[in-house]
C-alpha cells in the first residue's frame, strides 16, 4: 500500500474522525484537506481493516449464523429475495466476534462453504428456518433452530446476537447515504471491526498503529 501525501498530523485527525463516524466529506471540511483525498484516505483506512479481519480465527463453541440484504430501493419487497440488494452471510460467536461476508447466493452450498471454513468442527450452529440451513442437519456441527413463526427466542435457542449485529451494522450504512456497489464489502467490514473493537480508544490505537505500518 503506498504512504500517504497527507501531512502526519492531519493523518491522525482524519483517523479520529473515521472512528468517530464522519462521512469523508465532513471529514475533509475539518481537516482542511481536499474530499477526494479524505474519501481516498479513508478507502486506505478500510482496505487495511478488511486485510487485518482476514486473520482471524475460526469460531468454536456457540456460533450464531444468519443472512441479511443490504442497499437497493426500500419500496417492495424486503428480505429475502428482495431486488437489488446484497446479500451477506454473518456468523457470530456468542460471548465474542462477528465475521460477514457479502455472498452471491443464499444457498445452502453456498452457506455451508463459509461455515466449514470459519467453524471447527462439532461447534453448536443456532439458525432460524430458513430451508437452506437443512444442510447443517447431515454436517458435523451440532444444529439448533429457533421457528421464529413462533419465537424470537426460546432459551438459548435463538439468533440475537446477530440480528443485533446487522442492525447496528445498517444504522452506520444509513450515514453514508448509499454505498458504492464495488466497495460494499469494505464497508461491511469496516462495520464488522467496529463491532468487534467497541472500545474507541481501541479502534484509534489499532489503526494508528496499521497506518504507521501500511501508510506512514
Not at 3 to 27: C, E, M, N, W, Y
Request: glycine share 8%.
Amino acid at each position: 500500500m503506498k504512504k500517504s501525501k497527507i501531512h502526519p498530523k492531519k493523518q491522525l485527525h482524519l483517523v479520529d474522525l473515521f472512528v468517530a463516524g464522519s462521512t469523508a466529506r465532513a471529514a475533509a471540511a475539518v481537516v482542511d484537506i481536499n474530499f477526494k483525498s479524505a474519501a481516498l484516505y479513508f478507502h486506505r483506512l478500510r482496505q487495511i481493516i478488511e486485510m487485518a479481519s482476514e486473520e482471524e480465527r475460526p469460531f468454536e463453541g456457540e456460533i450464531e449464523v444468519d443472512e441479511s440484504y443490504f442497499g437497493g430501493v426500500r419500496k417492495g419487497k424486503r428480505g429475502r429475495g428482495a431486488a437489488g440488494k446484497t446479500p451477506v452471510f454473518g456468523l457470530l460467536k456468542r460471548g465474542g466476534k462477528v465475521y460477514a461476508q457479502v455472498i452471491p447466493d443464499a444457498k445452502g452450498k453456498t452457506l455451508m462453504g463459509i461455515m466449514k471454513k470459519k467453524i471447527v468442527p462439532d461447534s453448536v450452529v443456532y439458525t432460524d428456518g430458513y430451508r437452506a440451513y437443512n444442510v447443517l442437519d447431515v454436517s458435523s456441527f451440532r444444529h439448533h433452530r429457533i421457528n421464529h413463526k413462533k419465537h424470537f427466542a426460546k432459551g438459548q435457542n435463538h439468533i440475537n446476537g446477530i440480528e443485533n449485529f446487522w442492525s447496528q451494522a445498517k444504522r452506520h450504512l444509513r450515514k453514508f447515504n448509499g454505498v458504492p456497489k464495488e466497495h460494499f464489502f469494505l464497508y461491511l467490514k469496516e462495520c464488522e471491526w467496529r463491532f468487534n473493537n467497541p472500545d474507541l480508544s481501541r479502534q484509534i490505537q489499532l489503526l494508528r498503529r496499521w497506518v504507521k505500518k501500511f501508510m506512514g
